[in-house]
């Protein structure tokens, strides 16, 4: 009987779990791969800037932006502004502290 109690409560742990992630994998969906991709690329241009460069928080941004609009104007065939503006945001994600 415990066991089969045990099993249950595993069970109902499981599909709330399930049922929670739902509207997560919602929001994962609508990101295009595209933004979630200039966001990481600008996550990683900050970093490297204030770690090996030794850039404050604010040149570093001023860089990542830089970057994001030279790469949108001169080497894309059309310039997405959001392109930029989710390298922008990953480049400010970078500064909050966990």
């Not at 791969?33 to 460069?53: E, M, P, W």
């Amino acid at each position: 009987m415990r066991k089969l109690l045990l099993a249950l409560c595993c069970a109902f742990f499981l599909s709330t779990a399930t049922v929670n992630a739902n509207p997560i994998h919602d929001m994962q969906d609508d990101i295009p791969t595209d933004k979630a991709l200039h966001f990481a690329a600008g996550y990683i241009i900050s970093d490297q800037l204030q770690r090996n460069v030794n850039c404050s928080a604010f040149e570093a941004f001023l860089i990542t932006s830089g970057i994001a609009w030279a790469k949108e104007k001169f080497i894309d065939d059309h310039v997405d502004n959001n392109d930029a503006y989710a390298t922008m945001a990953g480049g400010l994600f970078y500064q909050i502290k966990f």
